[in-house]
C-alpha cells in the first residue's frame, strides 16, 4: 500500500512511527512524509517566525514554543517506542505539579501530575505501575526526538508543498488519490496513493479536499492570542522546588510559565494570553506596541516571576488561537484527518500534543487490525479495509476529542476581561474546585479518570466487536 502523509508536525511524525511499527509487514508499505516547512533550531525560529506567520499553521508558528506532554501521551510514546519516550523525558523537565495563582498573588491550588492514583482508582490491576508525569518541553525538543526516530527508522522527510489533494477514480493500481505537491524551488510534481492522512494542522488542505468551501469546516479564531517565548538564565530557586507548571489567572489574562528543559539548562519557558476580539494582523505586527501591551498587560501582576519575565521578554510575535467545530467525519475515499487537521483544540486544554498521539497510535492499531486479520467479516478489499479504519477512527476518537472540548470551553472563559467582582469570583470558585474535588468532579467531570485511563487498545477492541456484529447482521 502506498500512504502519503501531510505534515511532518508531532501528528504526522507519530503517524509514521506507529505505522511502521503496527502494519503487517510494515516494509511492503510505501510511507512518504510531505513537508513545507524546514523546522529550525529554538534560537534562529524565534528570529525567523515573524516572516513565515502567513504560510504556517497556527501550530507550527509555535515551533519555538512550548507545550505540555500529558500522562496520556507520555504513555502512548512509552508504548510507541521506550528509546523515543527516554528521549523525550530527558530533553525535557518533569513538571510533577500544577500550580494555579491568581494575578493578585494567591496560590489557588496545586494539583499532582500523576496518572498514578487515577489509574489505581479506575482499575486496581494498575496499582502496581509506575506513574506518568506532565513533561513540559519546547515544542521544537518533542519534534526533534519524534524527526530523529524516523530518520533512524529510515524514514525521510520530503520538503515540499502539499498544493491539492484530490479524489480520482482509481488508478491502475487501484489508487484512488491525487497528491500535487510543490518544492522550495517552485517546481511541480503529483502522485497517487492509497491513503492520504492529513496531519497537516488546523489550515489543513486535505480538510479541503474532504469538505471543499464548506464554512462549518473551517478554523475559527477563539478571541483570545498569545505571546510567549524562552527565557535563558538562573531560574527561580521556588520553580526548582515545587517542580511544577505556573498558571496564573488574572483579570484581563493568564500568565504561564514552568521551566522546558531539565533545571540544569536553565531554560524557562512562557505564555501570555489575552484576549483581542479582532483578529491581529500578524504580518503588520508592531513588536515594540506588543512588548509594552505585554509589559502593561501584567503590571499589576503579583507574581515578582512574572515581573522579571516580562521585562526580560524578547517578543517576537502574536499567535492568535484557532479552533475547529466538530466534523462530521474526519476522511473517508482513502483519505483521513489526523491530529490539529481534525479538531484544533484550545491551548487551554493542554492536550493538543497528547491527542494527536493518541490518533495515530489508534489509526495505525485500526489499519494494522483491518489489513492484517481476515477482513471477510467486515470489509473485502484492501480500499475497503483502508475506509472502514476510517469510519472506526472517528467514531473511537471523535467522542474522546469532543468531550476534551467540552472541558476546555468551561476553562477557557476563566482568560477573558472580567472585572474585579467577577475576578475574585474566578479565584473563588478555581480555589474551591481545587481544594474540593467533588465540586471539581461536579463541574468538570472525573479529568484524570477521562483523561489517563482511556485505552486506544480496548477503545479498537468494542469497536470492531460492534462492527462484527452490525456486519453479521
Ligand atoms: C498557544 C498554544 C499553546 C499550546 N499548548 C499546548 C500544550 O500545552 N500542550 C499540548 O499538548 N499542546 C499544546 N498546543 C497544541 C500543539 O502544539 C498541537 O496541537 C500539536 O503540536 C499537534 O499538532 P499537529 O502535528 O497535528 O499539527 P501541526 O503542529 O500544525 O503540524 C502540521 C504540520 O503540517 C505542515 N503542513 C501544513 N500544511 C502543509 C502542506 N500543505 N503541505 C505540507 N506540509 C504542511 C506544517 O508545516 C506542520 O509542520 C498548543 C497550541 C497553541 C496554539
Known amino acids: 500500500m502506498k500512504i502519503v502523509i501531510v505534515g511532518a508536525g508531532i501528528t504526522g511524525l507519530a503517524t509514521y512511527l506507529h505505522l511502521r511499527k503496527h502494519l503487517p509487514s510494515p516494509l511492503s508499505h510505501s510511507i512518504h512524509i510531505y513537508e513545507s516547512h524546514r523546522s529550525l533550531p529554538l534560537q534562529s525560529a524565534e528570529t525567523s517566525l515573524h516572516g513565515n506567520l502567513d504560510e504556517l499553521s497556527s501550530s507550527t508558528v509555535l515551533v519555538g514554543g512550548g507545550l505540555g506532554i500529558s500522562p496520556n501521551g507520555m504513555r502512548v510514546l512509552k508504548d510507541l517506542d521506550p528509546d523515543l519516550y527516554g528521549a523525550v523525558v530527558a530533553q525535557g523537565f518533569r513538571a510533577e505539579n500544577f500550580i494555579f495563582k491568581g494575578a493578585n498573588g494567591w496560590t489557588l491550588g496545586v494539583q499532582l501530575t500523576s496518572d498514578a492514583k487515577a489509574r489505581r482508582r479506575v482499575n486496581s490491576e494498575n496499582a502496581a505501575e509506575e506513574g506518568e508525569v506532565c513533561i513540559a518541553s519546547s515544542r521544537h525538543g518533542l519534534w526533534e526526538c519524534l524527526k530523529r526516530a524516523v530518520e533512524d527508522s529510515g524514514g525521510e522527510i520530503r520538503y515540499r508543498k502539499v498544493v491539492q489533494v484530490k479524489r480520482i477514480d482509481g488508478n491502475s493500481n487501484?489508487?484512488?488519490?491525487?497528491?500535487?505537491?510543490?518544492?522550495?524551488?517552485?517546481?511541480?510534481?503529483?502522485?497517487?496513493?492509497?491513503?492520504?492522512?492529513?496531519?497537516?494542522?488546523?489550515?489543513?488542505?486535505?480538510?479541503?479536499?474532504?469538505?471543499?468551501?464548506?464554512?462549518?469546516?473551517?478554523?475559527?479564531?477563539?478571541?483570545?492570542?498569545?505571546?510567549?517565548?524562552?527565557?535563558?538564565?538562573?531560574?527561580?530557586?521556588?520553580?526548582?522546588?515545587?517542580?511544577?507548571?505556573?498558571?496564573?489567572?488574572?483579570?484581563?489574562?493568564?500568565f504561564g510559565y514552568s521551566p522546558s528543559a531539565p533545571i540544569s539548562a536553565k531554560t524557562l519557558m512562557w505564555w501570555s494570553t489575552f484576549e483581542t476580539s479582532s483578529l491581529p494582523d500578524t504580518k503588520a505586527i508592531d513588536t515594540a506596541a506588543v512588548k509594552e501591551a505585554l509589559v502593561k498587560r501584567h503590571e499589576r501582576w503579583r507574581d515578582p516571576l512574572i515581573q522579571d519575565i516580562v521585562q526580560n521578554a524578547e517578543v517576537q510575535s502574536i499567535y492568535p488561537t484557532w479552533v475547529l467545530d466538530s466534523l462530521p467525519n474526519w476522511g473517508q475515499d482513502g483519505m483521513v484527518l489526523i491530529g490539529d487537521a481534525a479538531h484544533a483544540l484550545d491551548?487551554?486544554?493542554?492536550?493538543?500534543?497528547?491527542?494527536?498521539?493518541?490518533?495515530?497510535?489508534?489509526?495505525?492499531?485500526?489499519?494494522?487490525?483491518?489489513?492484517?486479520?481476515?477482513?471477510?467479516?467486515?470489509?473485502?478489499?484492501?480500499?475497503?479495509?483502508?475506509?472502514?479504519?476510517?469510519?472506526?477512527?472517528?467514531?473511537?476518537?471523535?467522542?474522546?476529542?469532543?468531550?476534551?472540548?467540552?472541558?476546555?470551553?468551561k476553562m477557557s472563559g476563566r482568560k477573558a476581561d472580567v472585572g474585579t467582582l467577577a475576578e475574585y469570583?474566578?479565584?473563588?470558585?478555581?480555589?474551591?474546585?481545587?481544594?474540593?474535588?467533588?465540586?471539581?468532579?461536579?463541574?468538570?467531570?472525573?479529568?484524570?479518570?477521562?483523561?489517563?485511563?482511556?485505552?486506544?487498545?480496548?477503545?479498537?477492541?468494542?469497536?470492531?466487536?460492534?462492527?462484527?456484529?452490525?456486519?453479521?447482521?
Open 425 to 473: 469570583m474566578m479565584y473563588c470558585f478555581l480555589w474551591l474546585m481545587m481544594k474540593l474535588p467533588s465540586i471539581g468532579k461536579l463541574i468538570l467531570g472525573d479529568v484524570h479518570g477521562d483523561l489517563y485511563c482511556w485505552s486506544a487498545r480496548e477503545e479498537i477492541q468494542k469497536a470492531l466487536e460492534q462492527s462484527r456484529v452490525t456486519h453479521r447482521d
Open 174 to 254: 487501484g489508487q484512488r488519490v491525487k497528491i500535487r505537491s510543490v518544492d522550495e524551488q517552485g517546481s511541480e510534481a503529483s502522485e497517487h496513493a492509497d491513503l492520504v492522512v492529513g496531519a497537516d494542522g488546523v489550515k489543513s488542505v486535505v480538510r479541503t479536499a474532504l469538505f471543499g468551501d464548506d464554512e462549518a469546516s473551517k478554523p475559527i479564531y477563539t478571541g483570545q492570542s498569545g505571546v510567549g517565548g524562552f527565557i535563558q538564565g538562573p531560574l527561580a530557586d521556588s520553580i526548582a522546588q515545587k517542580r511544577g507548571m505556573t498558571f496564573t489567572f488574572g483579570p484581563n489574562g493568564f
Open 347 to 409: 491551548p487551554t486544554t493542554g492536550q493538543g500534543a497528547s491527542q494527536g498521539l493518541e490518533d495515530a497510535q489508534t489509526l495505525a492499531l485500526l489499519l494494522a487490525n483491518m489489513l492484517s486479520t481476515p477482513t471477510e467479516a467486515i470489509a473485502e478489499q484492501e480500499s475497503e479495509a483502508v475506509d472502514v479504519a476510517i469510519k472506526l477512527f472517528y467514531e473511537i476518537r471523535a467522542p474522546r476529542v469532543e468531550e476534551i472540548v467540552k472541558r476546555g470551553k
